[in-house]
């Protein structure tokens, strides 16, 4: 096997080419021609990640998160983004990631949110001129009142705490949701008419909203975290007996609750 084979098939799935402008998904570390015999996935590269992949016997690292955002001035394991390059090339390990891409496509972060909420109907929220775009909305299967909806969120995404605007006073029905840093598809969200908005990162003067418009903010891990159950049974069902397996530090979430 090689990590080409491996690239192959997440960007099958979702092609590098559709990923922003500003993101770096795709190979940060290693060669398409490495050969791979074990891959091990996460939401985050960190240093402890690589170690775990050195640990466990696993060649390729595949992450939501690029490693690397941008030009790097120095490489120092002074810091956690160093370490872990400086780790990742020391072990021969191939980094790869799956950021924007991922999120992109209706079967990505947005839509596996959008399964977990039971929607209907559901459609791109942003949508570009290549058909694919960020965040999707639809319809719940029955209408229900804003602070039953925010239990139900809570519930699905086994959250301790959710940050929300003002509940609504009427029953809500369409809700569009967006993994990570939403905060830019709050007027695509009420353009299509939701009701609700789900995301992450919401800054403060955002949840002064208008009447009859929500925003729940359930945290950027915890909207993301699906896709790494994504990649993996891609991974799995185009290669039933290779060697993959999801982090043992399943929560890399770097936000405490108390």
């Not at 029953?171 to 905060?183: D, F």
């Amino acid at each position: 096997m090689k990590v080409k084979d491996i690239i192959k098939v997440i960007e099958d799935f979702a092609p590098l080419g559709i990923q922003e402008g500003w993101d770096n998904s795709g190979l940060c570390i290693g060669s398409p021609e490495d050969d791979v015999t074990s891959v091990l996935l996460a939401l985050d590269c960190t240093p402890e990640l690589v170690d775990e992949a050195v640990a466990v016997g696993a060649d390729m690292i595949v992450t939501h998160h690029p490693l690397i955002f941008s030009g790097l001035k120095k490489i120092s394991p002074d810091n956690k983004i160093g370490a872990a390059v400086t780790k990742a090339i020391k072990a021969g390990v191939a980094v790869y990631a799956a950021h924007t891409n991922a999120d992109k496509v209706i079967a990505g972060v947005s839509g596996a949110m959008a399964a977990k909420l039971g929607l209907q109907n559901v459609r791109i929220l942003d949508e570009d001129a290549e058909g694919v775009g960020l965040g999707v909305v639809g319809e719940l299967p029955e209408p229900m009142q804003s602070e039953d909806l925010v239990a139900f969120v809570k519930e699905k995404f086994g959250l301790k705490v959710v940050k929300t605007s003002k509940p609504l006073e009427k029953a809500v029905s369409r809700v569009a949701v967006c993994g990570g840093s939403g905060g830019s598809l709050i007027g695509a969200a009420r353009k299509a008419g939701a009701d609700v908005y789900v995301s992450g990162d919401i800054s403060y003067h955002n949840y002064f909203t208008e009447d009859g418009f929500m925003i729940m903010d359930i945290g950027h891990y915890e909207s993301e975290i699906e896709i790494v159950d994504i990649l993996i049974s891609l991974i799995k069902k185009n290669f039933p007996t290779f060697a993959v397996r999801i982090t043992q530090n399943i929560n890399s979430n770097p936000i405490y609750y108390f």
